[in-house]
């Protein structure tokens, strides 16, 4: 048995988890979404305020959620990176102390492997763990990546295409705000996009016909954006309809998606192996029009799409980050000196922490 305490305060979600194995027992997530609103962003210094104020109440609900106590854990797990730096720092060092108080080892997890192996998490119900056949491709869409990697197995990733500028999720935020739907802003944009028309503006492709260039770019399509907002505006005494914000949205989120998927299918063009799964993972794995588009693209090229059973997984949490550790436990990949942990704020897929080299 494998029981693991995670922590995870990479953004501005202070959460907590236990799962045993890949089954999640509890996740307790804390979002600070409302107070950033006001921003229109997040403030990494009330990000960072929030997690220290919040920490230690969710370690405490997930461990009673579970029903266990600090002494049945045989791991303490913790996002090390990609993070917001000063957020991350207060998740590693509660890891640490709780890893060195209850003389627990310590498992430095990378958060965008989590969000690529949060499709394997399992309930506490019975379900059966989704198998997979490797070599897979991974897809993280989420606030600040979009990278697509080939799983050669578990722990071992070469990428395949990754974010540019704009990562997807971030871009669907900017464009909700210059409708003036708030922040965040991408559930409300999906929402508003289900009664509009896709044509309806003529925006542009990202990169079309650059998609073996191996990026996901939203820079440019973002400006489009805003400069047909502006000019709708115009003609509208400053404000818009409803009937015109559902079309810009579903216009936008249309091509976002179209180009996600051209540059997807791009890659599974351009390798020679036999392909047969896509885990998906991230805030933007909730949102059902690009579901239902990679989908359609999985029938295409007989690729089985593999998403997480609840959209609690799909954002931000501890959980998936207890099922990379998991993982990382089968290796032997504890830490062996837990002083060396630290944050590494734009740590990559493929790269390993510093310290592990």
């Known amino acids: 048995m494998m029981k693991i305490l995670a922590i995870d305060t990479a953004c501005d979600e202070t959460s907590a988890a236990v799962t045993d194995k890949t089954t999640i027992l509890s996740n307790i997530i804390w979002s600070q979404a409302s107070l950033h609103a006001k921003w229109g962003g997040i403030l990494p210094s009330l990000a960072q305020r929030e997690h220290i104020k919040r920490i230690d109440w969710v370690i405490k609900r997930a461990l009673q959620k579970a029903k266990k106590q600090i002494q049945d854990i045989d791991a303490i797990a913790v996002t090390a990176g990609p993070c917001l730096a000063i957020a991350g720092q207060v998740g590693i060092e509660k890891a640490k102390e709780l890893s060195s108080k209850y003389h627990k080892p310590l498992i430095a997890v990378n958060h965008l492997e989590g969000h690529i192996l949060s499709s394997l998490a399992t309930p506490k119900t019975n379900r059966v763990a989704a198998e997979i056949s490797f070599p897979a491709l991974g897809l993280v869409a989420s606030g600040g990546h979009t990278d697509l990697a080939l799983i050669e197995k578990i722990g071992t990733y070469k990428l395949l295409a990754k974010t540019s500028d704009d990562a997807l999720g971030e871009a669907l935020d900017k464009a909700a705000r210059m409708l003036g739907l708030g922040y965040p802003g991408?559930?409300?944009?999906?929402?508003?996009?289900?009664?509009?028309?896709?044509?309806?503006?003529?925006l542009p492709l990202p990169m079309s016909g650059r998609e073996k260039e191996g990026f996901f770019s939203y820079s440019g399509l973002k400006t489009a954006m805003w400069k047909i907002v502006e000019a709708e505006k115009n003609k509208n005494q400053g404000s818009l309809s409803k009937t015109q914000i559902q079309n810009l949205a579903c216009s936008f989120q249309n091509k976002a998606f179209e180009h996600l998927v051209k540059v997807v299918s791009n890659?599974?063009?351009?390798?020679?192996?036999?392909?047969?799964?896509?885990?998906?993972?991230?805030?933007?794995?909730?949102?059902?029009?690009?579901?239902?588009?990679?989908?359609?693209?999985?029938?295409?090229?007989?690729?089985?799409?593999?998403?997480?059973?609840?959209?609690?997984?799909?954002?931000?949490?501890?959980a998936m980050i207890g099922v990379a550790a998991y993982f990382k436990a089968k290796r032997g990949e504890f830490e062996k000196n837990i002083n060396q942990v630290e944050r590494v704020p734009r740590l990559s897929l493929e790269e390993n922490f510093p310290w592990a080299n």
């Not at 559930?187 to 309806?200: F, I, R, T, W």
């Not at 949102?287 to 059973?309: T, V």
Request: charged residues 25%.
């Open 267 to 318: 890659a599974i063009n351009h390798q020679p192996l036999d392909l047969k799964d896509l885990l998906f993972g991230g805030g933007v794995s909730n949102n059902i029009e690009i579901r239902k588009r990679l989908r359609q693209m999985g029938k295409k090229y007989h690729l089985k799409i593999h998403l997480p059973y609840t959209k609690r997984l799909c954002g931000d949490n501890a």
């Open 186 to 202: 991408g559930a409300v944009l999906e929402k508003m996009a289900q009664g509009g028309k896709a044509n309806s503006h003529p």
